[in-house]
């Protein structure tokens, strides 16, 4: 499928079918088909796929065994409910994924399970400068084990501070952050796509600011990749939105609220966590941003 296409409202593998264009109400293409192929062609070879999470507020408690936001998390490999490493209070359960479900995206060697839990007690202050609260990303390897149900005394949370239970119904979009990419290949680019329609090309391929798996940061200020302690430029694992729209540009939840999961990250911030590909699964770093 062609840019054009993508731009002009193409089929995409997780979108549904277009309705039937009728061939005299077809848009004629503002560059030749051979052009758009060879830059299509160019785009998907330095483009990313990402898997936008799309959470929708759950009607019923989901089961302990599924991705999700909020609800009751599978507590594999702890011993009680976790603790924020700087204040001792209890920490929130935002979400969890099994690498299963998200057969697209990448999870370091030996893990098919992450979870993200956070601090919200007002008065911790084990935030770094980055930071907006303590929230920690896990990854384990649990196969085929049951999950462990937390006890229902220290499931018991308080209400207010939870994130709302949300099933995902995620979908796989490309993305390619074009304003960033190499002199060479937007050079190579403008000698197939004219130039009144790069700006539309970038908004396209732009990376998306929900939260997702994988891809490029949807940055709200530009930051960057961090470097791991071994050296090695990490790599991006997953991105937790305090505002969810989806890529077709809906609004996860009724207009006027920011999101299903009810996850305020500082001032609608977003948070972006990062996983070394040499070290261990323990190497996780995260960026914070807001507007
Ligand atoms: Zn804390
Ligand atoms: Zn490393």
């Known amino acids: 499928m062609g840019w054009m296409q993508r731009l002009f409202g193409g089929t995409d593998d997780a979108a549904p079918p277009p309705p039937p264009v009728a061939a005299e109400v077809a ?4 560059v030749a088909d051979d052009d758009q192929d060879e830059a299509d062609a160019l785009l ?31 507590l594999a490999g702890l011993d009680a409910w976790p603790v924020c490493p700087n204040c001792a209070e209890p920490l929130v359960f935002v ?25 919200v007690a007002a008065d911790c202050d ?29 499931f018991a949370a308080d209400a207010d501070d939870d994130v709302r239970e949300c099933a995902l119904a995620p979908i796989a979009i490309d993305e390619l952050p074009l304003d960033d990419a190499p002199p060479e290949l937007r050079a190579e680019l403008l000698t197939t796509v004219p130039p009144s329609e790069w700006d539309a090309l970038v908004a396209m391929w732009s990376p998306d600011g929900s939260s997702k798996l994988g891809g490029f940061p949807g940055w709200i200020q530009g930051g960057c990749v961090p470097v791991c302690t071994c050296g090695a430029e990490m790599g991006f694992f997953l991105q937790l939105a305090s505002q969810e729209i989806d ?14 999961h009810g ?19 323990t190497a996780v770093q995260s960026v914070f941003e807001c507007s």
Not at 141 to 146: I, L, T, W, Y
Not at 263 to 279: A, I, N, R
Request: charged share 20%; aromatic share 12%.
């Open 27 to 30: 848009p004629v293409p503002a």
């Open 126 to 154: 084990g935030a770094g400068p980055q930071y907006d609260a303590v929230t920690l990303l896990s990854f384990l390897h649990v196969g085929d084990a049951e999950p462990v149900e937390p006890d229902a005394e220290s």
């Open 44 to 74: 998907r070879q330095h483009a990313k796929r990402a898997i936008v999470l799309r959470p929708r507020r759950a009607d019923s408690p989901l089961p302990v065994r599924a991705s999700k936001f909020g609800g009751m998390p599978n």
């Open 95 to 119: 979400l969890q994924l099994y690498a299963a479900d998200f057969p697209a995206a990448w999870f370091p060697a030996d893990t098919d399970f992450c979870r993200v839990f956070r601090c």
């Open 247 to 260: 890529p077709e540009g809906e609004f996860s939840e009724a207009p006027g609220t920011w999101s299903s």
């Open 263 to 281: 996850l305020m990250l500082g001032d609608v911030g977003t948070l972006y966590f990062f996983v070394c590909p040499e070290c261990s699964p």
